[in-house]
């Protein structure tokens, strides 16, 4: 009978820890998965350098357009 039980008690744990590595796969995946979306554009091929020009070049427009522009 304590075979029984032991076998029992493996099946068990074999399910815990089946479901635990589940549990961490699937925090790795949305963890990857939002790391891919906030970096979208540098994996597209932009650069940080292209990143940071176009917006430079918005805040000038804005800038340009606003009517405290110190550019004048």
């Known amino acids: 009978m304590s075979t029984k039980s032991r076998n029992d008690d493996d099946k ?3 399910a815990w ?3 635990v590595a ?3 796969i699937d925090v790795e ?3 990857f998965v939002e790391d891919m979306n906030e970096h ?3 994996r ?3 650069s940080g350098k292209e990143e940071k020009k176009e917006k430079k ?3 000038i427009k804005e ?3 606003s009517p405290y522009s110190l550019r004048r």
């Open 57 to 59: 070049e918005d805040q």
């Open 29 to 31: 995946v949305k963890a």
């Open 12 to 14: 068990w744990n074999d």
């Open 40 to 42: 979208w554009n540098e």
């Open 63 to 65: 800038d340009e357009s």
């Open 17 to 19: 820890e089946s479901t």
């Open 44 to 46: 597209r091929g932009k």
């Open 22 to 24: 589940i549990e961490e």
